[in-house]
């Protein structure tokens, strides 16, 4: 009877225990655990970004990289270093941008490339993501040299297949919570397709709410590019948002097409204000109409008047 008495207190504890635990934190299928403030990230946040081509900071026409001769469209070529754009966002508390190195590492300039990455990471440590030929092995170094997450995507889909394997090795030599899934999608025959080796080579598989949750526990954030209207500025791809919105069960960072406030008004509302954004070729920062300090207003306060 004591015992029957002393193992009814037990689960009680247990119990008690268990109720504190998921009001502080909650578990969704595929989803690991979500701590309360990602549960309530509903407001968009504005994520800058930092591109580094041939050593350089640029705004790029997305579907025009070529590893071959370190080929692209150029939209913007900065003045500035990536060191420059580190601190200005550091300013402006703006956490959880990234910084990506568009040269492959065979390429004659990613040392150039790697370098600027290097110094705004030592400008803002844990303040930026890095993406751009991440893999097991390196992905540790860029965190110790003050990333808060790694960016991956072309060594998780390998061959045009998602490869667990490397997505598992990922997650043990960094920790889910400091890893970010690209999921980078183009769009061909009516779905949309993830994307690899700097959106040159399309995978087979398809960017669809069931690999959003498939891979959503092995990871803290996705980022995804609408690469068919990355740097155009000519409006985003709307069916790719609101499927992305209709999700939001992770943060989710949308890139790709905005070129003015009613872009971003609609991606708002499309997203269900789940989404956040990226904006280049369109901000003043790089070059175009958008006002760096009024799109964080709209993110913030959803304010779209001029």
Request: proline letters at 2%.
């Amino acid at each position: 009877m004591i015992l029957s008495v002393h193992s009814i207190l037990t689960d009680t504890r247990l119990d008690l225990a268990m109720n504190v635990f998921q009001n502080f934190f909650s578990i969704k299928p595929n989803c690991g655990i979500l701590s309360k403030k990602e549960q309530e990230h509903k407001d968009m946040r504005f994520r800058p970004c930092i591109d580094i081509h041939n050593g350089k900071v640029k705004q790029i026409v997305g579907g025009s990289l070529k590893d071959q001769g370190d080929q692209a469209a150029e939209n913007f070529v900065a003045e500035q270093d990536a060191a420059w754009y580190a601190a200005l966002y550091q300013e402006k508390k703006l956490s959880g941008g990234h910084v990506i190195l568009l040269n492959p590492e065979s390429s004659p300039y990613y040392e150039a490339t790697k370098a600027q990455a290097m110094k705004a990471l030592a400008v803002w440590p844990g303040g930026l993501q890095i993406g751009g030929g991440i893999h097991d092995k390196n992905a540790e170094a860029f965190l110790k040299a003050g990333a808060s997450h790694v960016i991956v995507t072309s060594f998780v889909f390998k061959d045009g297949r998602l490869k667990e394997e490397n997505l598992e090795r990922l997650v043990h030599a960094v920790g889910k919570e400091h890893l970010v899934l690209d999921l980078s999608c183009r769009k061909k025959e009516d779905a949309y397709y993830i994307v690899t080796d700097r959106w040159q080579k399309f995978t087979e598989v398809k960017l669809t709410p069931e690999i959003l949750d498939e891979l959503s526990g092995s990871c803290a954030e996705f980022l995804i590019h609408a690469v068919d209207v990355e740097g155009k500025a000519s409006g985003i791809e709307k069916d790719l948002a609101k499927m992305l919105g209709d999700w939001g069960k992770i943060p989710v960072t949308y890139a790709g097409g905005v070129g003015n406030f009613e872009d971003l008004r609609s991606l708002k509302e499309l997203g269900r204000n789940r989404l956040d954004v990226t904006i280049g070729s369109a901000l003043d920062l790089f070059g175009g109409s958008m006002g760096f300090e009024k799109v964080q207003k709209v993110c913030v306060d959803g304010m779209m008047q001029a």
